[in-house]
């Protein structure tokens, strides 16, 4: 579970909700075709938020190995895993970023609060501001149902975010307390 945010092209000077919608929808497609501005403006990106966090690691993909596990060719494998994951090193916020050809998605886990939340939230806002020098990307929080521009606005209070953090322990134990008391199929008393 974590806390998203997805960055696209709007359409017009005020991206609509729908808009931000369909960006969700789409990263269920995994065969998207990609013409040369999409893999100019993924490079962009990739290369924008390289040069502002020197430490975030480009993950590499396995192919073959993708290939093999889903019975594909590598070359399908290639199609089908053509973004790219940016993952920062150990001991720093745990964002992940993954940029596609036409937008980009942002996801932080559930496990900061306090101090260690306004540093990830904040470093979340400067990415975001770098998508949207680089490529003109808006930014949508489905946890707010929120779309907004990021040199305009900012991302605000996180509270959603600890509200979950505070909550997921009991949570998880509601959830292994369901898993004990669940009867077997074939009890009917």
């Known amino acids: 579970m974590s806390y998203d945010i997805y960055c696209f092209r709007p359409s017009s ?3 609509s909700l729908e808009e931000a919608q369909a960006v969700i929808e789409s990263e269920e497609e995994l065969e998207r075709p990609e013409d040369e501005i999409a ?10 938020l390289l040069r502002h966090n020197p430490r975030l690691q480009r993950f590499e993909f396995n192919y073959a190995q993708i290939a093999e596990s889903m019975k594909i060719s590598v070359d399908q494998a290639r199609d089908q895993w053509k ?4 993952n ?8 992940q970023i993954t940029v596609f050809g036409d ?4 996801n932080i886990p559930y496990w900061y609060s ?4 306004d540093s990830a939230f904040r470093q979340l806002t400067d990415y975001l501001r770098v998508i949207k020098r680089t490529a003109g990307y808006f930014a949508y929080d489905p946890q707010k ?3 907004f521009d990021p040199d305009q606005d900012d991302l605000g209070e996180h509270e959603s975010c600890e509200k979950i953090v505070r909550d997921m322990p009991a949570m998880i134990a509601q959830a292994e307390k369901g898993k004990e008391e669940k009867k077997p199929w074939w009890k009917l008393w």
Do not use: M, R, Y
Not at 83 to 86: G, K, M
Not at 103 to 106: E, G, L, N
């Open 39 to 48: 893999k100019q403006t993924k490079e962009q990106l990739v290369e924008a």
């Open 88 to 95: 920062p090193p150990e001991g720093d916020p745990a964002i």
């Open 114 to 117: 306090g101090g260690d939340a």
């Open 103 to 106: 937008h980009v998605s942002i």
């Open 13 to 15: 000077e005020a991206a």
């Open 83 to 86: 973004h790219v994951e940016l």
């Open 145 to 147: 149902d929120k779309v």
